[in-house]
């Protein structure tokens, strides 16, 4: 069964404190892996997407990489603002499954 | 930037009513999605089309969900007889080229009292 999890559930840093979040997944036909950002009652927030094994990409304090199994979210030196709920999601040709999340709260 | 918007905000029903929540995609998407999250679970994918055509349909998208595109600009899902445990963010989205994810909007929530 196609499946993504994502672990801690949930993270609390202190302002500056650097972290990863852990995304894996277990897809056959993977096309490519999805994160997101959800502030509370929110629309899921595109963040960045991976195609390959090795390819990385960088926003801000954010850098997401990948692997045949896995996908790390790296925040270096977060704020308050950074503080929401971060969703990894694989996608399979016409639809994305998600893991359950990991809420991160930044306190300053 | 160009955003899907969806309405309405919330929608309260009682059991049985029907109901249609509302979505505007991206205008040069051609893949549109709903998917759903009950509060405190995943976000679960419900339907994708395309080109006038269901493409996929979870297990969730039973005989009582629907979707539409009934003209160029707006997408809808019904939901014939609502139950109770059709409560849920319901969110829309579109994507230019399939397997590329989608952007999403900012969700309906829909509440069966």
């Known amino acids: 069964e196609d499946q993504v999890t994502q672990s801690p559930e949930a993270l609390r840093l202190q302002e500056g404190e650097s972290s990863s979040l852990n995304c894996s997944y277990t897809?056959?036909?993977?096309?490519?892996l999805f994160w997101y950002r959800q502030d509370p009652g929110k629309g899921p927030e595109f963040l960045f997407t991976l195609y390959s094994a090795g390819e990385e990409k960088e926003k801000e304090r954010l850098k997401a990489t990948l692997t045949k199994k896995e996908s790390f979210l790296h925040i270096t030196a977060p704020k308050p603002e950074d503080s929401a709920t971060y969703l990894c999601a694989a996608t399979l040709v016409s639809k994305l499954i998600f893991g359950q999340g990991t809420t991160l709260q930044v306190k300053p | 930037e160009p955003e899907v918007t969806q309405t309405p905000s919330h929608q309260v029903t009682q059991m049985g009513q029907e109901v249609i929540l509302r979505c505007v995609p991206i205008?040069?998407?051609?893949?549109f999605y709903w998917y759903r999250q009950i509060l405190g679970q995943k976000v679960e994918f419900l339907v994708s089309f395309y080109n006038n055509e269901i493409s996929e349909k979870s297990e969730i998208f039973d005989d009582q969900f629907s979707v539409e595109r009934p003209d160029g600009s707006n997408f809808t899902l019904k939901i014939r007889s609502t139950k109770l445990e059709d409560s849920a963010m319901y969110f829309c989205a579109s994507s230019e080229a399939i397997g590329t994810g989608g952007l999403f909007g900012p969700g309906t929530r829909l509440t069966v009292l």
């Open positions: 897809v056959s036909g993977l096309r490519g």
């Open positions: 205008s040069n998407h051609l893949y």
